[in-house]
Nanobody, 125 residues
Framework: QVQLVESGGVLVQAGGSLRLSCAAS????????MGWFRQAPGKEREFVAA????????WFSDSVKGRFTISRDNAKNTVYLQMNSLKPEDTAVYYC??????????????????WGQGTQVTVSS
């Protein structure tokens, strides 16, 4: 089993920055991809960003490209989502997720095997 614990979600003003963390523990995989998703009230969960184990390959949704970055510290089994130039429409519960190996697609939630409990990010205008 794998446990994922997100942290860092708070209330922030528009234009501000925030860094979310996701710490993984439990079963070790030889390789895995980490992703961030978010879900706003009344909306479906949407892909935000993903990163391979090597951190060589990263993906971002169009809505956050250029504003968010994703990184990981494999020694700490932690992945980070740095969010800059935040907008009210970024308000959502943010979830991290783990997919064993290198999935065919990283944007689909069903690709991922394990999920965290989520952390609330609220951006005020």
């Amino acid at each position: 089993q794998v446990q994922l614990v997100e942290s860092g979600g708070v209330l922030v003003q528009a234009g501000g920055s925030l860094r979310l963390s996701c710490a993984a523990s439990g079963r070790a995989f030889s390789s895995y991809t980490m992703g961030w998703f978010r879900q706003a009230p009344g909306k479906e969960r949407e892909f935000v960003a993903a990163i391979t184990l090597s951190a060589i390959t990263k993906w971002f949704s169009d809505s956050v490209k250029g504003r968010f970055t994703i990184s990981r510290d494999n020694a700490k089994n932690t992945v980070y989502l740095q969010m800059n130039s935040l907008k009210p429409e970024d308000t959502a519960v943010y979830y991290c997720a783990l997919a064993a190996g290198l999935p065919r697609t990283v944007v689909a939630a069903e690709t991922y095997d394990y999920w965290g409990q989520g952390t609330q990010v609220t951006v005020s205008s």
